[in-house]
Each structure stands twice: as C-alpha cells, then as structure tokens.
C-alpha cells in the first residue's frame, strides 16, 4: 500500500493526501443514450454522469436506479456494467468536514422506464452546484465542459457507451 496519494478536486488541483486519511467511496453511475445524445447532469458550467455513492446495504444496481432518479427525475434500469475505474478525489467540504475518497466507480449503460426531468429529489448539498439534466449531442461532446475524474476523457466514456449500445440493441427495448 502506497503511504500516500494524489487526490484532485473538481478543478483538476491535485493534493498529496495519506492513505490512512482516505474514505472507501463505492459509487455507481448511469450512461442513458438515445437518439445519438445522452442525457447528463448539470454542475456549475458543465455536466457530469448521473450517479453517485452506494450506500451500506445497497447493491449497484440500487445505487445507480436511485442516484439517477435524484439527479435527473427519470427512472431507470440498469442494463450492463461496462467500465470499473478508481479515482482518489478531494470533494468540496460538505457538513463542515473536508474529506479525500478512494473512490471505486462502476459506469452502467442504462434505459429509461419512466419520470420527468428534474432536480427536485436532490440533496441540499447538491442543490449548490445542480443544475437541470440536459441532453448532449454525442457527435458535439468536444464542446462541454465535463466536472469529473474523467474531464475532457469523459467523451470517450460516451463514446465506448455509444458503441457497446449499437453493437447490442437487442438489450434496449
């Protein structure tokens, strides 16, 4: 085990932070595509997946069906995990404590079986920073600002997303 880490926050700054100072953050989130656009929450000047934490008790599929409806309005079903990655973040200090995760996060292709846009079931905390979920031309990915681990890489997330979708469109009904 490494005695320390390199954690970024949501501008890309990184921080030298112990092993020992880090909290396991499992996470799950959701990559709905349809008509060659996806949908994606708004944060601050740009957009993240839907998702977020796995609470104790909670499967994957839960976190994800859960997250995405609080981020975005819309029910969901997961369809196909399809890319595990970690990151080590420094969020924003929330409830007066600054935090570092080891975050472990899983991406699922998703369908949309329900709801409507909104941001109305997200936290307090969450509401700071949310904006209302948008759809993004796939073939404009180039154009958004993307506030994750991921940054400019999230458009090849997309993109690998698009293709595994294309390549099985007998899973989306």
């Given at each position: 085990?490494?005695n320390?880490?390199?954690?970024?926050?949501?501008?890309?700054?990184?921080?030298?932070?112990?092993?020992?100072?880090?909290?396991?953050?499992?996470s799950?989130?959701?990559?709905?595509?349809?008509?060659?656009?996806?949908?994606?929450?708004?944060?601050?000047?740009?957009?993240?997946?839907?998702?977020?934490?796995?609470?104790?008790?909670?499967?994957?599929?839960?976190?994800?069906?859960?997250?995405?409806?609080?981020?975005?309005?819309?029910?969901?079903?997961?369809?196909?995990?399809?890319q595990?990655?970690?990151s080590f973040?420094?969020?924003?200090?929330?409830?007066?404590?600054?935090?570092?995760?080891?975050?472990?996060?899983?991406?699922?292709?998703?369908?949309?079986?329900?709801?409507?846009?909104?941001?109305?079931?997200c936290?307090?905390?969450?509401?700071?920073?949310?904006?209302?979920?948008?759809?993004?031309?796939?073939?404009?990915?180039d154009?958004?600002?993307?506030?994750?681990?991921?940054?400019?890489?999230?458009?090849?997330?997309?993109?690998?997303a698009?293709?595994?979708?294309?390549?099985?469109p007998?899973?989306?009904?």
């Amino acid at each position: 085990m490494k005695n320390q880490v390199i954690c970024h926050d949501v501008n890309g700054k990184e921080y030298a932070v112990p092993s020992d100072k880090l909290s396991f953050r499992p996470s799950a989130y959701g990559l709905l595509i349809e008509d060659n656009k996806i949908l994606m929450s708004g944060q601050w000047d740009g957009y993240d997946f839907p998702g977020g934490g796995v609470e104790l008790g909670e499967s994957l599929e839960e976190a994800v069906t859960r997250e995405f409806w609080e981020e975005t309005g819309l029910r969901i079903r997961p369809l196909y995990a399809f890319q595990a990655l970690t990151s080590f973040y420094k969020p924003m200090p929330f409830d007066g404590a600054q935090k570092h995760w080891n975050c472990q996060m899983i991406y699922f292709l998703v369908e949309r079986i329900g709801g409507e846009l909104s941001i109305d079931n997200c936290d307090k905390y969450e509401k700071e920073f949310m904006s209302m979920p948008q759809w993004l031309d796939i073939d404009k990915l180039d154009q958004y600002r993307f506030y994750n681990h991921l940054g400019e890489k999230s458009a090849a997330l997309i993109r690998r997303a698009q293709e595994i979708k294309d390549k099985f469109p007998q899973s989306w009904s």
